[in-house]
C-alpha cells in the first residue's frame, strides 16, 4: 500500500489552526468528508471513539488517528500540519503538529489496516522527513515529500 494510492492532494491541508486535539479530529473529519463523500460527524464519532480506546499520538509531534467506516471502498488518507501544535495525549508527551489520518473501510481485513498503519509510521519515524515537512509550505511539497520518500525508501 503505497502512500499515493491512500492520499489524494486534495486530502491534504498545510497550514491548520487548531486549539486542542478535538478541533484537529474535526477538520480531518471535514477533510475526509469533502474528499471522501463521507458524513463528517460520522468520521469524528469514528476517530473519537478510536482516541477513546487510547492515543494515537506516536511522538515526536506526530499522530496517526485511524478508524474504520462504512461508505469506504479502499483506504484512504488525511494529513494536515498544525500551525500551533496540540496536546495529542503522544506517548513521549509532546504536543502533535503532523498528523496523518488513516480511514480503512469496514471491510477491510485486520492485516490491512495494520499494514496501512505500519506504512504510515514507518513513513513519519523518518527524523529527516519530519523536518522537511515541518518546513514544507504548499501541499504540493508535503505529497511530493510524502511519495519521494517512499521512492528513497524503495531504492
Known amino acids: 500500500m503505497d ?7 486534495s486530502a491534504i491541508a498545510p497550514r491548520v489552526s487548531a486549539h486542542d486535539q478535538r478541533q484537529a479530529l474535526s477538520i480531518i473529519a471535514e477533510i475526509a468528508g469533502r474528499n471522501y463523500g463521507l458524513k463528517p460527524s460520522t468520521v ?9 480506546q487510547g492515543s494515537t499520538g506516536v511522538g515526536h509531534g506526530v499522530a496517526t488517528p485511524h478508524a474504520r467506516l462504512r461508505g469506504l ?6 494529513f ?7 496536546d495529542f495525549g503522544a506517548m513521549d508527551d509532546q504536543p502533535v ?10 471491510e477491510a481485513s485486520a492485516f490491512e489496516h495494520l499494514q496501512a498503519l505500519a506504512k ?3 513513513l513519519l519515524r523518518a527524523g ?28
Do not use: N
Not at 502512500?3 to 492532494?9: A, G, K, S, V
Not at 519530519?130 to 528513497?152: C, F, N, P, W, Y
Open 3 to 9: 502512500i499515493e494510492f491512500l492520499l489524494e492532494r
Open 44 to 52: 469524528l464519532a469514528a476517530l473519537t471513539r478510536r482516541e477513546a
Open 73 to 78: 471502498t479502499k483506504m484512504r488518507g488525511v
Open 80 to 86: 494536515i500540519k498544525l500551525e500551533t501544535p496540540v
Open 97 to 106: 503538529d503532523l498528523i496523518f489520518a488513516l480511514l480503512a473501510p469496514v
Open 120 to 122: 504510515v509510521s514507518r
Open 128 to 155: 529527516e522527513l519530519r523536518s522537511q515537512l515541518r518546513q514544507a509550505h504548499g501541499l504540493d511539497a508535503i505529497l511530493a515529500l510524502l511519495v519521494q520518500e517512499k521512492q528513497t525508501a524503495a531504492a
